[in-house]
């Protein structure tokens, strides 16, 4: 992690214009929201949701959603087999379906403020993808980017069973937007984005000349970590509870959210047999199709982008922020929410905003055409 931190660090700070000062107060972006039912209006305005939007009340500095223990979360997984490999997921509650997709070094664990409030109104599954969290680290694994996409499809197609709504963070929200775009069977009836990754790794290519002009550094790094000795000796490095603490410290804007817990969630799976390969083969892997040139095929699935204002990997004046910022103008079936104050992990950082916009946009999609046939017949 603390390698794939130089890249994203690196690529920031080459990439991005000076920050404005932004106002603690509501601010407003012209452009297009989609109504309910597929319907959308003509202009709108979305609003940059700060701790202060609502009522004029600050909400407390502490994270306030309450997050399901480890334990809990950890119980209530198993496994489904893909290609010979296990992969581990959770399933909970009842109502229209939903998938989890965590960022890099994450998992299900990293869903444990969101799946208690989603599961209320909804089946929440949540996954972890192949090489992260409890699911296996085949030796000599090429893990790429249409690989974890068609294990989500296939997911949906063997366990789900029904149309879902993809949630993703970072590259589990590049990887729904490449499973939505190859999706021909209707299993993806919504996409909820937050701060999606440009690529699996910095190595992505963007429409950007002093991104492209790191890729010779870029690629010294890649060989680097392609050394055995060198990597281990950084895997080691980052696994180191301090270091790790400073990395998430340094990606998360509500800094209370950075707890104990949460280093365990990245660190405890670091220490599993394969951890090391798949860091290595992920961060100096193929970076993967762009969002850049899928997102314009997704013009007939809901999508709803929240945005951390705060992030350094991913930052809204960015090339991909910036794409993602200008996109609601061009594709009606797009909504923008800024998440002020919030960092490259929106629904851990400050669950309470992704919540307040989510559960509502949720409730608002229209029925999938079979269920809403089957609800009109029986009655």
């Known amino acids: 992690m603390a390698a794939l931190a130089a890249h994203h ?19 407003t972006l012209p452009v297009s929201y989609p109504l309910p039912h597929g319907r959308s209006g003509s202009r709108a305005a979305v609003r940059v949701l700060t701790p202060a939007s609502d009522g004029g009340a600050v909400a407390p500095a502490a994270t306030s959603t309450p997050a399901l223990s480890l334990e809990e979360l950890r119980g209530g997984c198993t496994t489904w087999t893909w290609r010979g490999m296990r992969v581990n997921y959770l399933v909970r509650g009842h109502g229209p379906p939903l998938l989890l ?37 085949p030796a000599g694994f090429a893990y790429t980017m249409e690989t974890w996409a068609q294990l989500i499809l296939d997911f949906l197609d063997e366990v789900v069973k029904r149309p879902v709504v993809l949630v993703g ?13 190859e999706d021909t069977r209707g299993a993806v009836r919504g996409l909820v984005l937050l701060n999606c990754a440009g690529g699996m790794n910095n190595k992505a290519i963007v429409d950007d000349w002093r991104i ?33 603490k400073d990395i998430l410290l340094s990606v998360y804007g ?22 090391l390969d798949a860091f290595v083969s992920t961060v100096t892997g193929p970076p993967g199709p762009s969002p850049i040139a899928l997102m314009p095929r997704l013009a007939d699935v809901p999508v709803l982008v929240l945005w951390g204002d705060r992030d350094p990997f991913t930052p809204i004046d960015g090339p991909v922020g910036r794409f993602f910022s200008k996109l609601p103008a061009e594709l009606p079936n797009v909504t923008l929410h800024m998440l002020e104050g919030v960092g490259h992990c929106p629904h851990d ?13 949720l409730h608002g999609l229209p029925e999938p055409a079979a269920e809403a046939a089957g609800g009109a017949a029986a009655a």
């Open 254 to 275: 509500n800094k209370n959210a950075v707890d104990d817990d949460l280093v365990e969630i990245i660190r405890g799976p670091a220490d599993t047999e394969g951890a």
């Open 349 to 361: 950082d400050r669950p309470d905003l992704v919540h307040h916009r989510l559960l509502p946009w």
């Open 169 to 181: 963070n970072s590259v589990g929200s590049l990887a729904c937007v490449i499973a939505a775009s």
């Open 9 to 27: 660090r690196l690529l920031s700070s080459c990439s991005v214009a000076p920050r404005t000062r932004r106002s603690r107060h509501s601010s």
């Open 101 to 137: 997709v965590h960022g890099f070094g994450a998992s299900v664990l990293h869903w444990r403020r969101n799946i208690g409030v989603l599961s209320e109104s909804h089946t929440v599954y949540a996954i972890d993808l192949l090489g992260f969290g409890a699911s296996d680290k």
């Open 212 to 244: 492209k002009l790191l890729l010779p550094l870029l690629w010294l790094i890649d060989f680097l970590l392609k050394q055995r000795p060198i990597a281990s000796a950084l895997f080691q490095r980052v696994k180191d509870r301090n270091n790790l």
